[in-house]
């Protein structure tokens, strides 16, 4: 199959969070069209597990659908992390409270129909406090559940996000449980 070709690129929008870029592209035939891009980049997603088998999740307020959401800690790859795996400590630490030792379960474009962001997902083991102040932005509460509670709140609509519910199915198969 042939990729079609960026014959033209133009920023549409800048800003600390994300860019919006138009792509024109043709394909071979000569047919063109264009295509808006959001440009996040790479984000992490994190599983961590407590001494006692327990998920931290945190429970988040997001704006975009204006709901408290439950779910995974996460966030991006950004100038303070020299690697994906630097900036899933970072998050751990942030959003929960722990440092721990991390296992890659996979990664996933999150919605390449209109963004570029890639998302690399870990399991965070052998769990130690030692906290770093949460962004500005973030107001989180940090909950802990049971891997048959967090499915059953796949189930039930109360777990809706899709990086949440996509790193507890790669979970659920590095556990053998799938």
């Known amino acids: 199959m042939d990729i079609p070709e960026v014959v033209a690129s133009r920023r549409?929008?800048?800003?600390?969070i994300l860019d919006l870029r138009v792509d024109s592209l043709r394909e071979a035939g000569g047919t063109t069209y264009d295509r808006v891009v959001v440009e996040y980049g790479v984000?992490?997603?994190?599983?961590?597990?407590?001494?006692?088998g327990l998920l931290l999740m945190v429970r988040q307020y997001r704006h975009p659908v204006r709901r408290w959401l439950l779910e995974l800690p996460a966030g991006g790859v950004d100038e303070r992390d020299a690697s994906p795996e630097d900036a899933a400590l970072r998050e751990l630490r942030e959003e929960t409270g722990f440092r721990g030792a991390l296992t890659r379960i996979g990664g996933?474009?999150?919605?390449?129909?209109?963004s570029d962001e890639y998302q690399h997902m870990y399991v965070a083991r052998d769990l130690v406090e030692d906290p770093l102040d949460a962004d500005e932005d973030e107001n989180l509460v940090?909950?802990?559940?049971?891997?048959?509670?967090?499915?059953?709140?796949v189930d039930s609509g109360e777990i809706c996000d899709a990086k949440s519910i996509?790193?507890?199915?790669m979970y659920l198969r590095h556990v053998g449980r799938a």
């Open 12 to 16: 549409a929008f800048e800003s600390s």
């Open 142 to 153: 940090l909950e802990r559940v049971t891997l048959d509670d967090a499915l059953a709140f």
């Open 166 to 169: 996509a790193a507890l199915l």
């Open 108 to 114: 996933l474009f999150l919605a390449p129909g209109y």
């Open 43 to 52: 984000a992490v997603v994190l599983v961590p597990v407590d001494g006692d």
